[in-house]
């Protein structure tokens, strides 16, 4: 029988005292003799919890090297990806190059070294088709938001493109059109790409056809 105990890790994080505090934070290795499920979430002591995020925290297993992003701040829906820093990205090997090409232009502009548990943010100017590429397995995370809005901001983990697969599932659905959900298809190919759905009930509904990247 599987037990669902609950452990929560919590205290203020001071910038000032990383070197000499220990506290849960970044670059503090876990480990398991089991599986379990991990979150980590943050907020600033001045918004408190009405501006806060939270992403899983992967077993390196689950990590790659190559994660292309299918958003950015040239992807304007009801201007939630308006403000769209790039991806926080932290390896688990030492002398791990990450490269980050953010204009989308197939040339990285920013090439760092980061150690075991260090991490690198880029803030804003990240477009679709964008790219993280790492020399070792990483895990990348998403930070997107509206700017000049009242506390909305979304964080999502990136996948790396080699756990891409050709059939999902959606997680949300839809009682009524009035509550409608928006799914982003993003297109990585060079050449136009057919999507069949279908409805919670089955049926099949019209092919969708993102354009090429």
């Given at each position: ?16 005292t ?91 502009e ?51 493109d ?18 409608a959900?928006r ?24 092919s ?5 990247a």
């Amino acid at each position: 029988m599987l037990n669902a105990d609950t452990i929560i890790l919590d205290n203020e994080v001071n910038t000032a005292t990383l070197a000499s505090v220990i506290d849960f934070r970044r670059r503090r290795p876990s480990s398991s003799s089991r599986i379990v499920a991990m979150t980590r979430a943050a907020w600033a002591t001045g918004s408190e919890t009405l501006l806060a995020g939270a992403v899983e925290v992967y077993d390196t297993y689950r990590w790659g090297q190559n994660f292309p992003r299918p958003v950015g701040e040239n992807v304007d829906t009801a201007t939630s990806f308006s403000s769209t820093p790039a991806s926080r990205s932290w390896p688990a090997t030492d002398g791990t190059n990450v490269a980050i090409d953010a204009n989308a232009d197939g040339t990285a502009e920013i090439n760092i070294t980061l150690d075991r548990g260090q991490s690198y943010l880029l803030d804003g100017g990240v477009l679709a088709g964008s790219a993280v590429n790492a020399s070792a397995p990483v895990q990348v995370a998403m930070i997107t938001g509206d700017r000049c809005d009242i506390y909305e901001s979304r964080w999502y983990v990136l996948f790396p493109d080699e756990q891409w697969s050709d059939s999902y599932y959606s997680p949300v659905w839809a009682p009524s059109p009035a509550t409608a959900q928006r799914v982003f298809l993003y297109n990585p190919a060079d050449t136009v790409l057919s999507v069949a759905w279908d409805t919670v009930g089955g049926a099949r509904q019209p092919s969708t056809s993102p354009p090429a990247a």
